[in-house]
């Protein structure tokens, strides 16, 4: 389970605070969007829910262990085996082929070699067999976003948290990513967050939690 408390966050070079204590609790298992106007919050929220980055004050609990103060090489240790994000802005490694992206994790991990067959099949899930080799500047936007989600799954991490996963694809390819995320959520039991300005991709969420002012309504 993840479980915030109190979180507010407010950025050094502004006043206001762009969230204004966040008390949010996420059972394992569950499939959740976010939503919320442009700059409500929602990437910031993301981003300290998963550890990428820090509150200004309150805690982000996973399984009851506060990981707002445990040692870094810890927040390692949970982001490589458990988390897998996708970012808002995907950052594909430009001198890698889009399957050298999906394993990247991998290699790091040592599992180079067991992961190629899910890697080969997460390309085909978002749409891009055929293309495994081709380099991120040989693809196209929408193409580079579905190797950036097929990498965050290759480590099938416990939680997966996206940020606008489906903001550059047509609504076929968009369903298609929810449908995947909803095949790890049922056969994984994946946890999964998705922030996403698609109503209909919105709806496809067991729960829906919106973002106004910085708080969670
Ligand atoms: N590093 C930063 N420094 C200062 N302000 C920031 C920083 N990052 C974000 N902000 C501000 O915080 C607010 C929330 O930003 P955030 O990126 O979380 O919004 P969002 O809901 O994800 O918006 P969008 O839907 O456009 O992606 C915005 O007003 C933004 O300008
Ligand atoms: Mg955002």
Do not use: C, W
Request: net charge neutral; hydrophobic share 40%.
């Amino acid at each position: 389970m993840i479980q915030t408390i109190n979180l507010t966050k407010t950025f050094p070079n502004s006043k206001a605070p762009v969230l204004k204590g966040i008390n949010l609790k996420i059972e394992n298992g569950e499939f959740v969007s976010l939503v919320g106007r442009s700059g409500s919050g929602k990437s910031t929220l993301l981003y300290i829910i998963s550890t990428l980055d820090r509150a200004t004050s309150g805690d982000v609990l996973y399984d009851n262990t506060n990981v707002t103060n445990i040692p870094k090489e810890d927040i390692y240790k949970l982001r490589n085996k458990q988390i897998g994000f996708v970012f808002q802005f995907h950052y594909l490694i430009q001198e890698l082929s889009a399957l050298e992206n999906v394993l990247l994790p991998a290699r790091k991990a040592k599992e180079l070699e067991a992961k190629r067959p899910l890697a080969m099949s997460l390309l085909k899930e978002v749409g891009l067999e055929g293309l495994e080799n081709r380099y991120p500047a040989e693809l196209s936007g929408g193409e580079q976003q579905r190797v950036a989600i097929a990498r965050a799954l290759i480590m099938e991490p416990t939680y997966l948290f996206a940020d606008e996963p489906t903001g550059n694809l047509d609504s076929i390819n968009g369903l298609k990513i929810i449908e995947l995320f909803e095949k790890f959520n049922r056969e994984k039991g994946t946890t999964i967050i998705y922030v996403t300005h698609d109503k209909e991709f919105a709806a496809k969420a067991r729960r829906q939690i919106s973002l106004v002012d910085g708080t969670l309504v």
